[in-house]
Every structure is written in structure tokens, then in C-alpha cells.
């Protein structure tokens, strides 16, 4: 089970941390992922760290300005949102899973699903 928290109101160009609190399971071993829906589109994928955080992958759409973390003795993800835009608001989901390389950004892979946490940005 997946919770996320840090979602809100923020200025373009502004910065928000979004937080991921993973509470069962064995957390360590899981590829963590964020995804976005935003309106009008699919769900996007946005990031994702490897179960010891040497490996990380982002969407081209953040790419530079987004930054994904975690702390497995917190059982802990994050998502460090810099410099963010009009078109970064949605729906922020959290998600985990034993998600092999190569497939970080398809949403099949992850089992675990938070309930979303919301970020507008405002101009």
C-alpha cells in the first residue's frame, strides 16, 4: 500500500516535494514510480527509481526540472517538482512494483497504487 501527500497549489515556476509512504510489503525491492493525469490525457508517466535509487528514469515532459528520490529505511519516495508550468497540473499517483529495466514507464508493470494527490499550478 501506497500513500501519497505534498500535493497543493503552487506557482508557475515554483517548487513542491510530493512524498510516497509505502506501508506493506516488501518496499526495498520495488521499482517506484510517479504518474500524472492531467486533464484531457492518459495517465503519463513521469518517474521512476530502481529499488536501490542507481537507477532513475523520467518523462521527457520533466526531464531537468524534475527530481525522484527515495529512502528505503523510511520506506519513503519522493518527487522533487522544480521550475514547474501551466501543463505539470493533474493528479500525482504514487506506484510500486517489480518493474524489470526497460519498462520503468509502463503503468502494467506496478502492482501498487496510491489514491493520488493533486498539484495545480497557477500563473
Known amino acids: 500500500h501506497v500513500v501519497e501527500s505534498g500535493g497543493g497549489l503552487v506557482q508557475a515556476g515554483g517548487s513542491l516535494r510530493l512524498s510516497c509512504a509505502a506501508s506493506?510489503?516488501?518496499?526495498?525491492?520495488?521499482?517506484m514510480g510517479w504518474f500524472r493525469q492531467t486533464p484531457g490525457k492518459e495517465r503519463e508517466f513521469v518517474a521512476a527509481?530502481?529499488?536501490?535509487?542507481?537507477?532513475?528514469d523520467y518523462g521527457d515532459g520533466v526531464k531537468g526540472r524534475f527530481i525522484v528520490s527515495r529512502d528505503n529505511a523510511k520506506n519513503m519516495a519522493y518527487l522533487q517538482m522544480n521550475s514547474v508550468k501551466l501543463e505539470d497540473t493533474g493528479v500525482y499517483y504514487c506506484?510500486?512494483?517489480?518493474?524489470?529495466?526497460?519498462?520503468?514507464?509502463?503503468?502494467?508493470?506496478?502492482?501498487?497504487w496510491g489514491q493520488g494527490t493533486r498539484v495545480t499550478v497557477s500563473s
Open positions: 506493506e510489503g516488501p518496499f526495498n525491492n520495488y521499482r
Open positions: 506506484a510500486a512494483g517489480r518493474v524489470p529495466i526497460n519498462y520503468e514507464a509502463d503503468d502494467q508493470w506496478y502492482n501498487y
Open positions: 527509481i530502481s529499488y536501490n535509487g542507481d537507477d532513475t
